[in-house]
């Protein structure tokens, strides 16, 4: 009976992170993927660990969120924006 908790309770803690993590991973542009690797190992590395009875999702989400691919992306898309806002800062004088 121990085991059943322990898996149903994986499953629902694991469950924002495994969301979490799929959601964060599609939010990265698909050009950068070009440059940083391809989405598809994090996705597959979040399902998987979901499917192990849930709890490896919240590390799999940890390791997604403090890795390099990820701060890369989030870096370039800053300086995207930050582009933008001069671009457009610059076009409306």
């Known amino acids: 009976m121990e085991f059943v908790v322990f898996v149903v309770a994986g499953y629902v803690v694991g ?3 495994l969301r979490w993590t799929l959601r964060d991973v599609h939010r990265v542009h698909p050009h950068l993927w ?4 391809h989405p598809l190992p ?3 590395a979040a ?8 709890w490896p999702a919240i590390v799999t989400a940890g390791v997604w969120r403090f890795s390099p691919p990820r701060r890369r992306c989030l ?6 924006q930050a ?10 004088r």
């Open 15 to 17: 469950l924002p992170a």
């Open 34 to 37: 070009d440059t940083f690797g």
């Open 42 to 44: 994090w996705r597959r």
């Open 47 to 54: 399902a998987l660990s979901y499917l192990a009875f849930g």
């Open 75 to 80: 870096n370039v898309r800053r300086e995207w």
């Open 83 to 92: 582009r933008r806002r001069a671009e457009g800062a610059a076009g409306d």
